[in-house]
């Protein structure tokens, strides 16, 4: 397994347009976190699932965004009506069942996708 | 309310000189910490991280020390490399890394030949 990847990895759309991004996770992680970086910021959090559940969604995650994972593996990030202020790398990262030996979980992070809305 | 603040924006050191970085938190139900380090255009990779039951955790040329009573950790990096310029934010999370985590805004890092 070569870590967790992200498609696409750039994307430019014209403002109003609906975009959607995948995340294929770590295969044995059950935990899946979406995350939006802008310039001169650190990450921020936008939803996480475990398994299939969602079970939290930032206040930053408004009604034009909706993510699913639907069978526990890969997640959709999909952003309706876009806007300007949506270009960001959006970032999907991945973490284990917490195991005796190791106690923590550590977020692995793919390569991001950069939207670009004009 | 910047839970997780790293307070220098950039630091440049001499190539074989240690590196300092550091990183303040607010959140004392705050009990895992970790360090990545960012390239432009890419996603955040992993280098260290330390439970709030330790103090100090080792990684070859990488040491992050955790001060709980001041809300504060660093990371050193002994010696530093060229290859080891990059942005390095400081993350934190609690539930033992389950929750999501909370990042500061990065601090940029020159290493000098």
């Known amino acids: 397994d070569t870590g967790v990847s992200q498609n696409p990895r750039h994307k430019i759309t014209k403002r109003g347009q609906n975009v959607t991004f995948r995340c294929d996770p770590i295969s044995e992680h059950n935990r899946l976190y979406w995350y939006r970086q802008t310039l001169g910021q650190g990450p921020e959090f936008l939803t996480y699932f475990q398994n299939e559940a969602q079970l939290e969604k930032s206040r930053l995650l408004s009604d034009r965004f909706s993510a699913e994972r639907p069978k526990g593996s890969f997640s959709t990030l999909e952003i309706q009506r876009t806007e300007q202020g949506d270009s960001a790398m959006y970032l999907c990262a991945s973490s284990g069942a917490k195991k005796l030996a190791q106690p923590q979980e550590t977020q692995y992070f793919g390569p991001g996708t950069r939207l670009l809305v004009l | 309310d910047q839970q997780v603040k790293q307070n220098s924006p950039s630091l440049s050191v001499q190539e074989g000189r240690i590196s300092i970085l550091n990183c303040d938190y607010t959140n004392s139900m705050f009990d895992y910490f970790l360090w990545y380090k960012k390239y432009p255009a890419e996603g955040p990779t992993f280098l260290i991280s330390?439970?709030?039951?330790?103090d100090k955790n080792e990684d070859g040329r990488f040491t992050v020390f955790l001060n709980k009573s001041a809300k504060h950790l660093s990371l050193h990096i002994v010696p530093s490399q060229p290859g080891d310029s990059a942005v390095y934010f400081c993350a934190a999370s609690g539930k033992g890394g389950s929750e999501k985590l909370v990042f500061g805004k990065g601090t940029k890092l020159t290493v000098n030949p």
């Open positions: 330390i439970s709030s039951i330790k």
